[in-house]
């Protein structure tokens, strides 16, 4: 058994660890070892010496995220268990060795156990993000895991950290392979084709967290004329146009994202005239739109990504709703949602609540909506729930 570093808590605040959240805050902490650095694994003790969890330090609020709560070595042992946990999950819901999809998320944080590491696989390629210092010192060993565990699913593990580590910590961190190495970024999604962007994306490449929103629209296209507001690269749009849409369409702020919806359409449908893409702020975009639209998409990227931002957040959400309701026809059906952690599905649902009696329109709830499966959460961290989408009919 490894001999780690010790963090011990203030009475009483074992309470949480004891329910099996996987955060230490620093609040929590009374005292700890003084030699212990940024990504350092550590034992942490109770105010009465009994040991309670192991996982990784790091300077911030979120002092320690857990990766066990046995006294054990985090070792290749551990890293090969934690990702077989994580593939057999996803073959139960037969998510991985799937022909018509080989794109899908092997490792969602605290949802599979592991706080700070995002895995996502396209294909031959699996793209790993690191969260937190700790899994970015481990990166090697885990991507050795990981190809081990896929017993010849990925050949190459693409590190794709650069924006997600905390800056102060000052790692010089580079995004690459660290196994293999392919230039085929292609990848197939309920039978659609894509091209994702690891290199430069936003994400790991392409949100692979709407798939099964995206094929819902599907289902509701037929004969639409669709807008889909924040495109990225494009996902909304193509499964619109394989739904039988009238017309398609895409805009976003990003240049470099438009050029990949256009992609991404030309891969999918070939010389398709119904699509059109507009690199363009959305709000101005909306302000100007023609009120044709029988179908509209809003996925924006996150307003909040801290509670201080969340009463702005919600201001955006209900601002961008509105106009929404007021550009959509008669009859009309949104996808509307919200990917900020910090705001609940209460709050989301208020914001559009209040744009839709702004706008006097007399609209009905259709769908909930929420992350696929495999971006599992993890029952004794509710924060984990972060998508949250209303698919709405509007009289």
């Known amino acids: 058994m490894t001999q780690y570093k010790s963090v011990y808590l203030k009475r009483g605040k074992e309470e949480s660890l004891k329910r099996f959240h996987p955060w230490v805050f620093s609040g929590a902490i009374a005292k700890m070892d003084e030699s212990i650095e940024d990504g350092d694994t550590v034992n942490v003790y109770t105010s009465e010496d009994k040991f309670i969890a192991v996982g990784h330090y790091q300077i911030g609020s979120i002092a320690v995220r857990v990766l066990s709560f046995e006294e054990r070595s985090i070792d290749r042992d551990f890293w090969e268990e934690r ?133 819902l629209l599907e289902k509701y296209a037929k004969g639409k004329n669709v807008l889909n507001m924040f495109c990225y690269t494009g996902g909304f749009s193509f499964y619109a146009m394989r739904g039988g849409a009238n017309l398609v369409h895409s805009v976003d702020s990003s240049a470099k994202a438009i050029d990949l919806t256009n992609a991404n359409v030309e891969l999918n449908f070939p010389g398709d005239e119904r699509h059109q893409a507009y690199c363009e702020d959305a709000f101005k975009f909306l302000d100007n739109a023609e009120d044709f639209y029988d179908l509209i998409v809003l996925d924006p990227p996150a307003f909040a990504k801290h509670r201080a931002a969340l009463h702005n957040a919600l201001k955006g959400y209900t601002r961008l709703n509105v106009k929404a309701f007021e550009r959509i026809k008669h009859g009309g059906i949104l996808f509307t949602f919200s990917c900020s952690q910090v705001v609940t599905k209460d709050n989301f649902r208020n914001a559009v609540f209040t744009a839709a009696a702004i706008s006097g329109r007399n609209v009905r709830i259709l769908h909930q909506l929420h992350q696929p499966a495999d971006h599992p959460i993890n029952i004794y961290h509710p924060e984990g729930e972060y998508l949250k989408g209303l698919v709405l009919y509007v009289e």
């Not at 139960?92 to 969602?108: Q, W």
């Not at 230039?183 to 994702?196: I, M, P, Q, R, S």
Request: glycine share 10%.
């Open 83 to 215: 990702l077989s946990e994580a593939l057999k999950m996803r073959l139960a819901i037969g998510i991985a060795d799937n022909y018509e999809n080989n794109t899908y998320r092997l490792v969602h944080g605290e949802g599979d156990s592991l706080p700070g590491l995002v895995i996502d696989c396209y294909g031959k390629t699996a793209v790993m993000q690191a969260h937190s210092v700790g899994m970015h010192i481990n990166r090697t060993d885990i991507a050795e895991a990981l190809v081990k565990v896929m017993d010849g699913r990925i050949d190459n593990v693409f590190y794709k950290s650069e924006t997600t580590l905390p800056y102060k910590a000052d790692l010089g961190q580079e995004n690459g392979f660290i196994i293999g190495g392919c230039t085929d970024n292609t990848a197939v999604e309920n039978g659609l084709k894509f091209h994702v962007d690891w290199l430069k994306g936003q994400k790991t490449g392409f949100f692979v967290d709407q798939r099964e929103n995206r094929s």
